[in-house]
């Protein structure tokens, strides 16, 4: 009897001390406010099958100089919600994928080449193309070796004359895709901006995009870090956000900090900067040209988007969602078959203002609280310390080490949620981590209960975990929501149950969430 009456002394202090923290939580975060987060704008364009990593981009089986297909693919980019396209290479290995002069063509003489079906596509859509000036020889070029930077020039100048008063023409890619870390090269400094002069002469007015990479590994301290890109004449940096290629083991938090770093940089030096947010992950091993590049979970993408609106970049484009995010009824099945089309049918979701990828969104930015509140009163999670955590509104990182997760060894575990008797339960959101690398997995299904005393319990739905395959390479946040209740309903007390089949870390249990 002693235990009994510790226990709900505890739980009373530990109901008060929590009601104090989230309140006090509530009115910080509500002041701060949400940035409204981009949507992917533009995307990459690959036309030649390189390697591995094109295996489901670019299938070697499927005929990608197609223009009915690029027709197609265009129209549903623009459906996505983009405006950029952005041409990887249009040669590769001496063969053009254009009706060029100098080199042989990749594609039947007697057909209209895919440069000209995509240029053409884009211009009835509205779109703009950033038109590549490479490859010289193929995807290794070296800017360092004359020949590869004449050739790249010659190129320029014979696309100028083909396309440079074509409609959809914004701007020219060059493909100098060189390490910005610790800090940019003069040599690559030099080349890029060698082409941006003979870009500037042969279509003036045009817009010069570059997509580095590098920036897990920049010195921004280093002055000489902001005068290397001041120095460089392009108009927009698109910078590779590495995401995807996962350059340090759990990158998301401390590219939010790089990012807001280089918008001070480039706010100082007068030139836009763009976000190129990685959609991939890999099918086996990670930066590795004989693995191929796979769709990640959308909940990944959507912190990168939060993540690069946040620090205030001008658009993110991406590599890529051309053949990444694909649209499962397309005529034209490109990307990883089934699961292209669930991260398709997940971002647009997001894009259209579904009511999960909402939550899902005002989570990630601290921009959600519960319109219930509750006292969690299961024994094991106060001695854990866990009650605290799942409901104080406080949400964590992609890092297994952040406090604000609750973890949960193996077994079956059950979270009493004491409502008080308040008002009607609409919804019940719940998020967690998923990081396989690590033997972090969500439940596979999550059981919801309700009591109107507490003692007898009745079964209201069972919702099953996001089941994605691609997640051996990085951690990010799932989330499952519960909604559809009927009318009125009103119990004093929830019960959420699962098991788990390895460690499961839960941040947040909202009940009735309400965006701040």
Same mark, same amino acid.
């Given at each position: 009897m002693k235990k009994i009456l510790s226990v709900l002394v505890l739980s009373a202090l530990l109901f008060s001390s929590c009601a104090g923290t989230q309140e006090e939580n509530v009115s910080s975060s509500e002041t701060a406010g949400a940035v409204e987060v981009l949507p992917i704008s533009g995307t990459f364009i690959n036309l030649a099958y390189q390697d591995v990593r094109n295996k489901y981009t670019n299938p070697p089986f499927m005929d990608n100089t197609d223009p009915g297909m690029w027709a197609a693919k265009v129209a549903e980019?623009?459906?996505?919600?983009?405006?950029?396209?952005?041409?990887?290479?249009?040669?590769?290995?001496?063969?053009?994928?254009?009706?060029?002069?100098?080199?042989?063509?990749?594609?039947?003489?007697?057909?209209?080449?895919?440069?000209?079906? +995509?240029?053409?596509?884009?211009?009835?859509?509205?779109?703009?193309?950033?038109? #590549?000036?490479? @490859?010289? $020889?193929?995807?290794? /070029?070296?800017?360092?070796?004359?020949?590869?930077?004449?050739?790249?020039?010659?190129?320029?100048?014979?696309?100028?004359?083909?396309?440079?008063?074509?409609?959809?023409?914004?701007?020219?890619?060059?493909?100098?895709?060189?390490?910005?870390?610790?800090?940019?090269?003069?040599?690559?400094?030099?080349?890029?901006?060698?082409?941006?002069?003979?870009?500037?002469?042969?279509?003036?007015?045009?817009?010069?995009?570059?997509?580095?990479?590098?920036?897990?590994?920049?010195?921004?301290?280093?002055?000489?870090?902001?005068?290397?890109?001041?120095?460089?004449?392009?108009?927009?940096?698109?910078?590779?956000?590495?995401?995807?290629?996962?350059?340090?083991?759990?990158?998301?938090?401390?590219?939010?900090?790089?990012?807001?770093?280089?918008?001070? +940089?480039?706010?100082?030096?007068?030139?836009?900067?763009?976000?190129?947010?990685? #959609?991939?992950? @890999?099918? $086996?091993?990670?930066? /590795?040209?004989?693995?191929?590049?796979?769709?990640?979970?959308?909940?990944?993408?959507?912190?990168q988007q939060i993540a690069a609106s946040a620090a205030g970049v001008d658009k993110i484009i991406?590599?890529?969602?051309?053949?990444?995010?694909?649209?499962?009824?397309?005529?034209?099945?490109?990307?990883?078959?089934?699961?292209?089309?669930?991260?398709?049918?997940?971002?647009?979701?997001?894009?259209?203002?579904?009511?999960?990828?909402?939550?899902?969104?005002?989570?990630?930015?601290?921009?959600?609280?519960?319109?219930?509140?509750?006292?969690?009163?299961?024994?094991?999670?106060?001695?854990?310390?866990?009650?605290?955590?799942?409901?104080d509104g406080k949400t964590a990182e992609e890092n297994p080490s952040d406090k604000r997760w609750a973890p949960y060894s193996k077994g079956t575990h059950e979270i009493f949620m004491d409502l008080s008797g308040q008002k009607d339960v609409r919804e019940v959101f719940v998020r967690m981590l998923n990081c396989h690398k690590d033997g972090i997995v969500p439940p596979v299904k999550f059981y919801l209960f309700s009591s109107v005393d507490g003692q007898w319990w009745d079964l209201v739905q069972i919702k099953d975990s996001p089941v994605f395959p691609n997640t051996n390479h990085d951690a990010f946040v799932d989330h499952v929501l519960f909604d559809g209740f009927p009318e009125g309903f009103a119990p004093s007390h929830l019960k959420l149950v699962f098991t788990a089949d390895s460690k499961v870390c839960i941040d947040e249990i909202y009940v009735n969430p309400i965006e701040k």
């Open positions: 980019l623009k459906a996505m919600g983009m405006e950029y396209l952005v041409f990887m290479a249009v040669a590769n290995e001496g063969l053009a994928y254009y009706p060029s002069k100098m080199m042989p063509w990749v594609y039947p003489q007697w057909r209209q080449s895919p440069v000209d079906a +995509i240029m053409n596509a884009a211009a009835e859509h509205g779109m703009k193309v950033f038109m #590549s000036t490479g @490859w010289a $020889k193929d995807q290794d /070029d070296n800017l360092r070796d004359p020949k590869i930077k004449q050739r790249q020039i010659d190129i320029m100048t014979e696309l100028a004359r083909l396309y440079g008063n074509h409609p959809a023409l914004h701007g020219w890619y060059l493909p100098v895709e060189d390490c910005f870390g610790p800090v940019l090269t003069d040599y690559a400094v030099e080349a890029v901006n060698a082409l941006t002069a003979r870009a500037r002469e042969l279509t003036p007015g045009k817009q010069i995009l570059i997509s580095p990479y590098g920036i897990f590994n920049s010195d921004f301290e280093d002055p000489r870090y902001e005068q290397q890109i001041a120095r460089l004449t392009v108009d927009i940096i698109a910078y590779q956000d590495e995401i995807g290629c996962v350059r340090e083991t759990y990158p998301l938090p401390r590219l939010k900090e790089n990012w807001k770093k280089l918008r001070e +940089i480039h706010d100082r030096c007068g030139i836009q900067m763009w976000a190129n947010c990685e #959609s991939f992950a @890999w099918e $086996k091993g990670t930066n /590795d040209r004989s693995s191929a590049l796979i769709p990640a979970p959308y909940g990944r993408l959507l912190s991406s590599f890529m969602m051309c053949g990444i995010y694909e649209n499962p009824l397309s005529p034209y099945q490109l990307g990883q078959p089934h699961w292209s089309g669930v991260a398709y049918q997940d971002y647009m979701g997001w894009l259209e203002g579904e009511r999960e990828w909402q939550l899902a969104q005002a989570a990630f930015q601290d921009g959600i609280r519960s319109g219930i509140s509750w006292l969690a009163w299961n024994p094991m999670d106060f001695g854990q310390g866990r009650s605290v955590i799942i409901r």
